[in-house]
């Protein structure tokens, strides 16, 4: 999720958001597919987490009676994996599959197997999105688009007011952004939250290491696609291993039901949250509404997440998947989503309207969320992510569950080692 934003006029962008409009301009765009005068059409949608196409959906197709949109959601691996698996096979695959960016290098290498939004027109849309993100889903010979990007994933921590004054801990959010400027920091105040509460003060190690590798420089690969555990990578699994040594993580895995259920129950106090993280807790826990609150995270800045939705060449309905695209990133779209949802734009024009600028969250005490993660999105200066770079963060994150809870428990050394052989597998398979 996530993330997961050029310059938009806002006069421009409301003209450009009705239906009708977004349906003329790509009415007579090429391409196989377009079935929408013999009959109705469903267009099956892939992704996962909250995307906030829940209520989109309904608005949609009041509007577009001859379309039906099927939402099938997912385990965030398993639908990349999924993916990959019906490119090669060549059948099977959604009309519209989102991609996140930690898998976008990987795909946007199979170019051929996926329509070429520029050939759709989608060009007219570069100048409104912050360069990198276009740049994520484009070819390096420029020649092919592969995507349209959602949100982007500027981060901020997340915490539990009601647990934090419990345990003695400030409550006000420039206070508790205050208390750890660094990851030392950060780990020393969960170790007094842990002592004087005897709860958990993390829900998982690898969403420590994480964010602190979205903070480095350079993270797993170069931009030439060389490994390079020792930079960013070894920085972030030494402050996740800390983090695990100091007996701070619940160790729930992200995004399993044990995890959901440690948001109701409060097994943890505080999770990095990148902006999309605003759906999943509040639609997860929303009796826990009023007691979470934003506050910054150790080290400042950095990107975690950040999607695009992608439509597949072997699609049976080519031309309305890319309907719905173009309808879905107009600014009247992309607004309500973040309202919903969190999920802040790719579109930095939007952070400059008042529905954003001035958006406080209820559900997370008011928190200036506009103005919180638009500006850690202005400032993001993100990594360059290669084309293995989904599958060597998998292999690394079950290390450190493994450093956790499993057969390398206590070992962080030698958890290291085989963190840097695991990866060297996934960089060459």
């Known amino acids: 999720m996530r993330r997961s934003l050029t310059h938009w006029a806002r006069a421009a962008a409301v003209g450009a958001v009705s239906l009708v409009m977004v349906a003329a301009c790509s009415g007579n765009s090429g391409g196989g597919g377009d079935s929408r005068a013999g009959g109705p059409v469903t267009l099956k949608i892939n992704f996962w987490g909250d995307f906030g196409l829940d209520e989109l959906k309904t608005k949609y197709e009041d509007a577009n009676p001859n379309v039906k949109i099927s939402l099938n959601t997912g385990e965030y691996n398993a639908q990349h994996e999924d993916l990959q698996k019906k490119l090669v096979a060549g059948s099977g695959a959604p009309d519209i599959a989102a991609v996140d960016e930690g898998f976008v290098v990987q795909f946007r290498g199979q170019a051929d197997k996926f329509v070429n939004l520029l050939d759709k027109g989608a060009g007219t849309y570069e100048q409104k999105y912050l360069p990198w993100k276009w740049k994520q889903t484009l070819t390096p010979d420029g020649k092919a688009q592969i995507g349209l990007g959602t949100d982007v994933g500027g981060l901020a921590m997340c915490y539990r007011t009601d647990l934090f004054k419990a345990a003695g801990l400030p409550t006000a959010r420039d206070q508790v952004s205050a208390l750890w400027p660094t990851w030392d920091r950060f780990i020393e105040v969960g170790q007094q939250y842990t002592a004087r509460s005897g709860k958990k003060f993390i829900d998982s190690g690898t969403n420590v290491f994480n964010p602190v590798l979205g903070q480095q420089p350079v993270g797993f690969y170069d931009e030439s696609e060389t490994l390079k555990m020792d930079g960013g990578p070894k920085v972030a699994f030494d402050v996740a291993a800390r983090t695990i040594a100091a007996d701070l993580s619940a160790n729930l895995t992200a995004f399993s039901p044990e995890w959901n259920s440690g948001f109701v129950k409060g097994n943890f106090a505080v999770l990095a949250c990148p902006a999309w993280m605003q759906g999943h807790i509040k639609n997860t826990a929303p009796g826990t509404s009023g007691k979470w609150d934003v506050a910054a995270i150790p080290g ?57 600028r001035d958006f406080t969250n209820p559900f997370f005490n008011d928190a200036p969320v506009g103005q919180i993660f638009s500006k850690t999105a202005e400032n993001l200066t993100p990594q360059y992510l290669g084309r293995r770079n989904g599958p060597t963060r998998v292999a690394v994150e079950n290390v450190l569950n493994r450093l956790a809870t499993g057969n390398l428990k206590g070992k962080p050394d030698q958890a290291w080692t085989e963190a840097v052989k695991e990866a060297e597998k996934a960089a060459k398979s």
Do not use: C, H
């Open 300 to 356: 400042g800045g950095g990107n975690w997440g950040g999607s695009f939705l992608t439509i597949p060449k072997q699609g049976r309905n080519v031309d309305e998947a890319y309907r719905f695209v173009e309808w879905l990133i107009q600014p009247e779209q992309q607004i309500e989503i973040f309202k919903k949802v969190g999920n802040l734009p790719s579109q930095p024009a939007l952070y400059q309207d008042p529905a954003i």
